[in-house]
């Protein structure tokens, strides 16, 4: 059984569309994540999901917006794409509040690219 | 500001090598650091996690110590095989925000048979 599922795998678009990935963890965790992974390979996270409310929030730009329509599942939506975009998403998810001796279970990774 | 920085970028060695990963974090005030696996294309897997009051843990022939008053953590695989090649992810856990899991640039690993 797959823990945290994410869709689309890939995801190859236009600059200016707008787009959603999908999140869906079946481990009973309270807390979901979304995180980008640049070029670079540098790991960021962006926002964080408590029992449907948002708990963590960095600089990300307001065309980038989470929705939670249950503690199962943490939506990406994306307005208005711009090459910048271009990147490997992954959600995560964990307890809450996590145990010092817990760990976040990711998933796969959307891989997105703006043309 | 929590900063998380390993050494090397990318590390090839002959199999059967010993071999010494490193990272460094800048606030010594971390919940736990964990050091993950990710293989091209896929997600990324726990390895070890170290919570801020033990000093390392072992799996297998992974070993990973902390040293919080220095800031620093190493990763130790024992009998390196081809199939440790994957890029090795370090990151702390703020004990301000255990909900924000920092992130190194990782180091890319390459074992040649």
């Known amino acids: 059984d797959t823990a945290v599922s994410q869709t689309p795998k890939y995801l190859v678009t236009q600059m200016g569309n707008d787009k959603s990935i999908k999140c869906e963890q079946n481990l009973g965790h309270d807390t979901m994540y979304w995180y980008k992974q640049d070029s670079k390979k540098f790991l960021k996270i962006m926002f964080s999901?408590?029992?449907?409310?948002?708990?963590i929030n960095e600089t990300v730009p307001n065309r980038f917006s989470p929705k939670s329509p249950d503690k199962a599942h943490l939506n990406l939506h994306i307005n208005s794409l711009e090459l910048g975009d271009s990147a490997v998403y992954f959600c995560a998810s964990s307890p809450h509040p996590p145990s010092p001796g817990e760990t976040q279970y990711f998933g796969p990774g959307t891989r997105l690219l703006v043309l | 500001k929590q900063e998380v920085t390993q050494i090397p970028a990318a590390l090839s060695v002959p199999e059967g090598e010993n071999l010494v990963l490193n990272c460094s974090f800048t606030d010594s005030a971390i919940y736990n650091l964990q050091w993950f696996r990710q293989d091209p294309g896929k997600g990324l897997t726990s390895l070890l996690l170290i919570q801020s009051s033990q000093r390392e843990q072992t799996s297998g022939r992974l070993n990973a110590s902390l040293d919080k008053s220095s800031g620093r953590s190493t990763l130790y695989i024992a009998a390196s095989q081809p199939g440790d090649s994957a890029t090795y992810l370090c990151?702390?856990?703020?004990?301000?925000?255990?909900?924000?899991?920092?992130f190194g640039p990782g180091t890319s690993l390459s074992v040649i048979p």
């Open positions: 990151a702390v856990t703020p004990k301000t925000s255990y909900d924000k899991v920092i």
């Open positions: 999901y408590n029992n449907k409310e948002l708990i």
